[in-house]
T-cell receptor, first 115, second 113 residues
Framework: DAGVIQSPRHEVTEMGQEVTLRCKPISGHNSLFWYRQTMMRGLELLIYFNNNVPIDDSGMPEDRFSAKMPNASFSTLKIQPSEPRDSAVYFC?????????????FGEGSRLTVL | GESVGLHLPTLSVQEGDNSIINCAYS??????FIWYKQESGKGPQFIIDIRSNMDKRQGQRVTVLLNKTVKHLSLQIAATQPGDSAVYFC????????????FGEGTQLTVNP
Protein backbone atom coordinates (compact mmCIF):
# COMPACT_ATOMS: atom_id res chain seq x y z
CA ASP A 1 0.00 0.00 0.00
CA ALA A 2 1.59 3.27 -1.13
CA GLY A 3 2.11 5.93 1.49
CA VAL A 4 2.05 9.69 1.02
CA ILE A 5 4.08 10.54 -2.06
CA GLN A 6 5.93 13.81 -2.35
CA SER A 7 7.93 15.30 -5.19
CA PRO A 8 10.53 16.45 -5.74
CA ARG A 9 12.60 14.90 -2.95
CA HIS A 10 15.26 17.53 -3.35
CA GLU A 11 15.23 20.90 -5.03
CA VAL A 12 17.91 23.51 -5.30
CA THR A 13 16.90 26.84 -6.76
CA GLU A 14 17.97 30.44 -6.84
CA MET A 15 16.38 33.27 -4.94
CA GLY A 16 13.45 34.72 -6.82
CA GLN A 17 12.51 31.53 -8.61
CA GLU A 18 9.13 29.85 -8.28
CA VAL A 19 9.02 26.53 -6.41
CA THR A 20 6.20 24.01 -6.61
CA LEU A 21 6.06 21.05 -4.25
CA ARG A 22 3.62 18.23 -4.89
CA CYS A 23 1.84 15.73 -2.73
CA LYS A 24 -0.33 12.68 -3.31
CA PRO A 25 -2.09 11.65 -0.09
CA ILE A 26 -3.03 8.11 0.82
CA SER A 27 -6.14 7.02 -1.05
CA GLY A 28 -9.25 7.41 1.08
CA HIS A 29 -7.71 9.95 3.45
CA ASN A 30 -9.74 13.14 3.63
CA SER A 31 -7.38 15.45 5.51
CA LEU A 32 -4.10 16.77 4.14
CA PHE A 33 -1.45 18.79 5.93
CA TRP A 34 1.63 20.72 4.85
CA TYR A 35 4.38 21.06 7.48
CA ARG A 36 7.74 22.75 7.32
CA GLN A 37 10.75 21.57 9.33
CA THR A 38 13.81 23.66 10.11
CA MET A 39 16.46 23.48 12.80
CA MET A 40 15.45 26.89 14.08
CA ARG A 41 11.69 26.39 14.32
CA GLY A 42 11.15 22.63 14.33
CA LEU A 43 7.99 21.26 12.73
CA GLU A 44 5.44 23.94 11.87
CA LEU A 45 2.00 23.46 10.37
CA LEU A 46 1.56 25.65 7.31
CA ILE A 47 -1.93 24.72 6.16
CA TYR A 48 -4.39 21.88 6.27
CA PHE A 49 -7.28 20.78 4.09
CA ASN A 50 -10.34 18.76 4.92
CA ASN A 51 -12.23 17.24 1.99
CA ASN A 52 -10.13 19.41 -0.35
CA VAL A 53 -11.16 22.64 1.42
CA PRO A 54 -8.52 24.74 3.21
CA ILE A 55 -9.49 24.83 6.88
CA ASP A 56 -6.61 26.62 8.55
CA ASP A 57 -3.89 28.52 6.70
CA SER A 58 -2.76 30.61 9.64
CA GLY A 59 0.66 29.01 9.51
CA MET A 60 1.41 30.14 5.96
CA PRO A 61 4.31 32.57 6.41
CA GLU A 62 3.27 35.23 3.92
CA ASP A 63 1.69 35.89 0.58
CA ARG A 64 4.59 34.28 -1.23
CA PHE A 65 3.22 30.92 -0.10
CA SER A 66 0.09 29.36 -1.56
CA ALA A 67 -1.42 25.89 -1.43
CA LYS A 68 -4.09 24.19 -3.47
CA MET A 69 -5.92 20.91 -3.42
CA PRO A 70 -7.83 20.60 -6.69
CA ASN A 71 -8.95 17.04 -5.93
CA ALA A 72 -8.72 14.36 -3.27
CA SER A 73 -5.54 12.86 -4.66
CA PHE A 74 -3.33 15.88 -5.26
CA SER A 75 -2.07 19.00 -3.53
CA THR A 76 0.57 21.61 -4.29
CA LEU A 77 2.52 24.07 -2.19
CA LYS A 78 3.91 26.96 -4.17
CA ILE A 79 6.47 29.56 -3.16
CA GLN A 80 6.82 32.57 -5.41
CA PRO A 81 9.26 34.22 -5.30
CA SER A 82 11.46 31.98 -3.19
CA GLU A 83 13.96 33.35 -0.66
CA PRO A 84 16.94 31.75 1.12
CA ARG A 85 14.99 31.70 4.41
CA ASP A 86 12.49 29.33 2.79
CA SER A 87 15.15 26.62 2.80
CA ALA A 88 13.68 23.73 4.79
CA VAL A 89 12.20 20.27 4.51
CA TYR A 90 8.54 20.43 3.57
CA PHE A 91 6.37 17.52 4.62
CA CYS A 92 2.95 16.55 3.44
CA UNK A 93 0.80 14.32 5.64
CA UNK A 94 -2.66 12.83 5.36
CA UNK A 95 -5.16 11.32 7.77
CA UNK A 96 -8.56 9.72 7.98
CA UNK A 97 -11.07 10.25 10.82
CA UNK A 98 -11.32 6.50 11.40
CA UNK A 99 -7.73 6.33 12.57
CA UNK A 100 -6.29 7.08 15.99
CA UNK A 101 -6.42 10.65 17.19
CA UNK A 102 -3.45 12.58 15.94
CA UNK A 103 -2.30 9.79 13.65
CA UNK A 104 -0.94 11.46 10.57
CA UNK A 105 0.88 9.66 7.79
CA PHE A 106 3.82 11.70 6.58
CA GLY A 107 5.59 11.59 3.27
CA GLU A 108 9.38 11.51 3.09
CA GLY A 109 9.55 15.24 2.53
CA SER A 110 10.86 17.66 -0.06
CA ARG A 111 14.18 19.24 0.88
CA LEU A 112 14.32 22.75 -0.54
CA THR A 113 17.48 24.80 -0.77
CA VAL A 114 17.19 28.38 -1.99
CA LEU A 115 20.53 29.96 -2.85
CA GLY B 1 25.04 37.64 13.22
CA GLU B 2 25.32 33.93 12.70
CA SER B 3 22.09 32.05 13.30
CA VAL B 4 22.12 29.15 15.75
CA GLY B 5 19.90 26.15 15.29
CA LEU B 6 17.96 24.37 17.97
CA HIS B 7 20.08 22.21 20.23
CA LEU B 8 18.06 19.04 20.52
CA PRO B 9 18.05 17.30 23.88
CA THR B 10 19.88 14.02 23.54
CA LEU B 11 19.60 10.65 25.20
CA SER B 12 22.15 7.91 24.76
CA VAL B 13 21.40 4.38 25.98
CA GLN B 14 22.84 0.91 25.67
CA GLU B 15 21.06 -1.67 23.57
CA GLY B 16 18.69 -3.64 25.76
CA ASP B 17 18.21 -0.89 28.33
CA ASN B 18 14.95 0.93 28.82
CA SER B 19 14.66 4.51 27.52
CA ILE B 20 12.59 7.32 28.93
CA ILE B 21 11.99 10.39 26.80
CA ASN B 22 10.35 13.38 28.43
CA CYS B 23 8.22 16.23 27.23
CA ALA B 24 6.76 19.24 29.02
CA TYR B 25 3.67 20.94 27.69
CA SER B 26 1.88 24.16 28.48
CA UNK B 27 -1.59 23.87 26.94
CA UNK B 28 -4.04 22.56 29.52
CA UNK B 29 -6.78 22.47 26.87
CA UNK B 30 -5.14 19.72 24.85
CA UNK B 31 -7.34 16.67 24.30
CA UNK B 32 -4.68 14.30 23.05
CA PHE B 33 -0.95 13.90 23.33
CA ILE B 34 0.93 12.00 20.69
CA TRP B 35 4.45 10.66 20.19
CA TYR B 36 6.16 10.54 16.83
CA LYS B 37 9.47 9.03 15.74
CA GLN B 38 11.56 10.51 12.94
CA GLU B 39 14.46 8.60 11.46
CA SER B 40 17.15 10.42 9.56
CA GLY B 41 15.98 11.48 6.11
CA LYS B 42 12.39 10.34 6.67
CA GLY B 43 9.10 11.84 7.70
CA PRO B 44 7.74 11.55 11.25
CA GLN B 45 6.02 8.28 12.08
CA PHE B 46 3.15 7.90 14.57
CA ILE B 47 3.98 5.79 17.63
CA ILE B 48 1.20 6.14 20.16
CA ASP B 49 -1.33 8.60 21.51
CA ILE B 50 -3.02 9.17 24.84
CA ARG B 51 -6.22 10.97 25.64
CA SER B 52 -5.96 13.72 28.23
CA ASN B 53 -8.31 11.92 30.65
CA MET B 54 -5.91 8.98 30.88
CA ASP B 55 -2.61 8.74 32.72
CA LYS B 56 -1.08 5.69 31.07
CA ARG B 57 -1.30 3.83 27.82
CA GLN B 58 0.75 0.88 26.61
CA GLY B 59 1.67 -0.24 23.16
CA GLN B 60 4.16 -2.71 21.79
CA ARG B 61 7.37 -2.06 23.77
CA VAL B 62 6.24 1.49 24.47
CA THR B 63 4.37 3.11 27.34
CA VAL B 64 3.21 6.71 27.50
CA LEU B 65 2.65 8.35 30.86
CA LEU B 66 0.76 11.59 31.34
CA ASN B 67 0.98 13.71 34.48
CA LYS B 68 -1.45 16.58 34.12
CA THR B 69 -0.59 18.03 37.51
CA VAL B 70 2.89 19.00 36.35
CA LYS B 71 2.06 19.02 32.61
CA HIS B 72 4.53 16.30 31.83
CA LEU B 73 4.46 13.52 29.25
CA SER B 74 6.92 10.66 28.88
CA LEU B 75 7.57 7.85 26.44
CA GLN B 76 9.15 4.70 27.78
CA ILE B 77 10.73 2.26 25.35
CA ALA B 78 11.47 -1.18 26.71
CA ALA B 79 14.52 -3.17 25.63
CA THR B 80 15.77 -0.41 23.36
CA GLN B 81 17.14 -1.58 20.02
CA PRO B 82 19.48 0.10 17.51
CA GLY B 83 16.48 0.59 15.23
CA ASP B 84 14.97 2.84 17.87
CA SER B 85 17.66 5.46 17.23
CA ALA B 86 15.79 8.52 15.96
CA VAL B 87 14.40 11.90 16.98
CA TYR B 88 11.26 11.59 19.08
CA PHE B 89 8.65 14.35 19.10
CA CYS B 90 5.74 14.88 21.40
CA UNK B 91 2.72 16.67 19.98
CA UNK B 92 -0.61 17.90 21.27
CA UNK B 93 -4.01 18.19 19.67
CA UNK B 94 -7.37 19.68 20.49
CA UNK B 95 -10.46 18.03 19.07
CA UNK B 96 -11.95 21.41 18.20
CA UNK B 97 -9.04 22.08 15.85
CA UNK B 98 -9.51 18.92 13.81
CA UNK B 99 -6.34 16.88 13.42
CA UNK B 100 -4.06 19.87 13.74
CA UNK B 101 -0.95 18.87 15.70
CA UNK B 102 1.48 21.17 17.49
CA PHE B 103 4.89 19.54 17.81
CA GLY B 104 7.52 19.96 20.49
CA GLU B 105 11.21 20.36 19.75
CA GLY B 106 12.24 16.69 19.75
CA THR B 107 14.75 14.49 21.55
CA GLN B 108 17.56 12.65 19.78
CA LEU B 109 17.79 9.05 21.01
CA THR B 110 20.99 7.16 20.24
CA VAL B 111 21.19 3.45 21.00
CA ASN B 112 24.70 2.09 21.41
CA PRO B 113 25.28 -1.56 20.51
Amino acid sequence: DAGVIQSPRHEVTEMGQEVTLRCKPISGHNSLFWYRQTMMRGLELLIYFNNNVPIDDSGMPEDRFSAKMPNASFSTLKIQPSEPRDSAVYFCASSHPGQGAGELFFGEGSRLTVL
Amino acid sequence: GESVGLHLPTLSVQEGDNSIINCAYSNSASDYFIWYKQESGKGPQFIIDIRSNMDKRQGQRVTVLLNKTVKHLSLQIAATQPGDSAVYFCAEMRETSGSRLTFGEGTQLTVNP
